[in-house]
């Protein structure tokens, strides 16, 4: 039997951050549209603010990193991986960054940019 403390048992709620990395990401109509590269988290908070979708290119040459606010997400058992209400269409238009460039994590216009255009309330301004 699983317990709290085992982070190698991916059946039970909690998972390790670790294993996040690499879980496939399907839109509702089951089409995958890439793999987590990252878990970005609120080091005050402790709160999961992004998964970082690595999206595009061929074989993992010319991908694109996607931040997602983490409410766009939800685990689905029968996919073995996260759904979200995406299409591709709307996925390439997002927010970005490429491969080799820094993501634009302390500047607050972009993140308010990407929780737009998700249409996500930004999680610094939701109540606990």
Do not use: C
């Amino acid at each position: 039997m699983a317990t709290l403390d085992d982070t190698t048992d991916t059946s039970g709620r909690l998972i390790a951050a670790s294993q996040v990395n690499g879980t496939a990401v399907y839109n509702t109509q089951g089409e995958r549209l890439g793999t987590i590269e990252d878990v970005m988290l609120d080091k005050i908070s402790g709160r999961t603010v992004y998964a970082v979708l690595s999206f595009g290119g061929f074989l993992g040459i010319g991908d694109r990193h996607y931040p997602l606010p983490w409410p766009q997400l939800r685990y689905d058992v029968a996919y073995g991986g996260y759904v979200v209400n995406l299409d591709k269409r709307v996925l390439e238009n997002a927010p970005s960054y490429g491969a080799h460039e820094p993501g634009s994590w302390t500047d607050t216009r972009w993140a308010h940019s990407v929780y737009d255009y998700y249409k996500t309330q930004p999680y610094w301004d939701e109540q606990t």
